[in-house]
């Protein structure tokens, strides 16, 4: 199964093609840090226009890099949030016209629970039962999964995370 994967949910714009939720045919990122140093922090209408501009070349260069045509992909997933709201709009608005035009499936994914599985890459498979700590931004989440797929969040923090 193959499935590109679009994030936009804060300052940076990416696009991935997965093989059998495994193997990354490709990656993807443009980053914003250039445009919202200044500022000391992101700013949200900078970073949803800056993921405007970005999201067609990103997405074309995803599929470049992995040899293959979108209408060979199976599946789109995007990300739904948490995150900002305008940017999380540009990925998403864009997510939902691929599969009406490709007649293939979208997958809405929440940010933080796509760190979790992101550990799936270039590793061994994850032993259950799992822990998981995921420092992102602002936030802190500790998720319990007693097997694939039953993840639980058990512990939260906002905006005050080390990331």
């Not at 949910?9 to 093609?17: F, V, Y």
């Not at 948490?82 to 997510?95: C, E, F, K, R």
């Not at 998981?132 to 639980?152: E, M, Q, R, T, Y």
């Amino acid at each position: 199964m193959l499935v590109l994967g679009i994030e936009t949910s804060c300052d940076e714009t990416a696009a991935a093609i997965v093989r059998d939720g495994r193997k990354i045919l490709s990656s993807v990122i443009a980053s914003q840090i250039a445009t919202h140093k200044r500022f000391g922090g992101v700013v949200p209408e900078l970073a949803s226009r800056e993921h405007l501009d970005k999201i067609v070349p990103i997405v074309e260069e995803a599929f470049e890099r992995a040899g293959i045509q979108p209408p060979e992909i199976d599946g789109i997933a995007v990300t739904v949030g948490p995150g900002l709201v305008g940017s999380l709009l540009v990925g998403v608005s864009y997510a939902k016209a691929m599969p009406f035009a490709l007649q293939k499936p979208l997958v809405g994914v929440n940010h933080i629970e796509g760190h979790v599985y992101s550990v799936a890459f270039d590793n061994p498979p994850v032993e259950y039962p799992a822990l998981a700590l995921i420092v992102s931004g602002g936030h802190s989440n500790l998720f319990f999964g007693p097997a694939p797929g039953k993840d639980k969040e058990i512990a939260r923090t906002r905006y005050d995370a080390a990331g």
